[in-house]
């Protein structure tokens, strides 16, 4: 397990003018995971590690996230998707698998429905895309976005992890902490970080939530039991809209269950994506 200042991410990919950083790493048919917000691809370390032996992964930051480009402008889901259809075709995927966290899944569920872009498979990990969402903390924000911008880095430091350990079911080990917090640290950091927060619009998702009945190809969804950010009920209702997914809940974890148990998501995408225990 790699900790922060281990995590690299050695390529760029320039979308728009802005540097989107990636990796690639492992063998096999090719996996493209998306991580979520306010979390960058080190949070999917673990899946990473635990699929690269049999799968070529491809992983990044979003736009306006972990190593990628964090100055001011569009991070919204509104772009994600599209940063996302670039980079397929960058890495010349086709019809690769995908797994999507938090708003890594809105993004896939955006590429596939509003860019065609087709996958093989589909895994969704408590994913952003049931209306409602959105928290108080994330309207407040909304409204008052210079002033969090502007507060004492001690402070946005205490904000920020206490707004990170609620999305876990037991506390946080200070090496996740650290690695969630070192890029939202300093004037270009903290900025970022509340400025992709004010741009969280759930327009995104109510624009493709009526197509998912449409979605044709395999869908695996994966929930926190104890997910206070996205109840599990969201994952029943998502299930219920896309035909024929789907959905194993995971106890003893929350909304950050990619940390608090990656063994038990990965045995279910290792059976999902037909890879047998001990190969």
């Known amino acids: 397990m790699s900790g922060r200042a281990e ?23 090719p996996l493209v995971m998306v ?5 960058s691809s080190f949070n999917l370390r673990h899946l990473i590690a635990g699929l690269a032996g049999d799968f070529t992964v491809h992983y990044y930051d979003l736009l306006g996230y972990g190593a990628s480009d964090r100055s001011p402008g569009d991070v919204s889901l509104g772009i994600q998707n599209r940063v996302l ?39 969704l990990i408590d994913p952003v895309a049931v209306a409602p969402w959105g928290s108080p903390f994330f309207r407040h924000v909304r409204e008052h976005e210079a002033a969090f911008a502007g507060v004492p880095g001690y402070i946005h430091e205490a904000i920020v992890r206490a707004y ?22 300093g004037d270009p950091g903290q900025a970022a970080f509340y400025g ?15 197509r998912y009945g ?20 969201r994952g029943e209702a998502l299930q219920r809209l896309i035909p024929g997914a789907e959905l ?15 063994e038990a998501l990965l045995r279910e995408i290792r059976r999902f994506l037909g890879v047998a225990e001990g190969e």
């Open 248 to 262: 194993r809940v995971v106890a003893d974890a929350g909304h950050l269950v990619i940390e608090e148990r990656p």
């Open 35 to 39: 991580h979520g917000t306010p979390w």
């Open 85 to 123: 259809a670039a980079l397929l075709d960058h890495w010349g995927l086709d019809r690769p698998a995908i797994i999507g966290h938090d708003f890594g899944g809105a993004t896939t569920l955006r590429a596939h429905l509003l860019d065609g872009r087709d996958f093989a498979r589909i895994v």
């Open 7 to 29: 995590w690299q991410l050695p390529q760029t990919f320039e979308f728009h003018g802005r540097l989107v950083r990636y990796g690639v790493t492992g063998k096999g048919p």
């Open 196 to 210: 992709q927060i004010a741009q969280a619009d759930q327009r995104y998702t109510d624009e493709v939530q009526p």
């Open 164 to 185: 990170v350990q609620t999305a876990a079911y037991r506390p946080l080990s200070e090496e996740t902490l650290e690695g969630v917090l070192a890029p939202w640290r």
């Open 214 to 233: 449409g979605i044709t190809r395999p869908v695996l969804l994966l929930w926190g039991r104890e997910d206070a950010w996205i109840p599990v009920e």
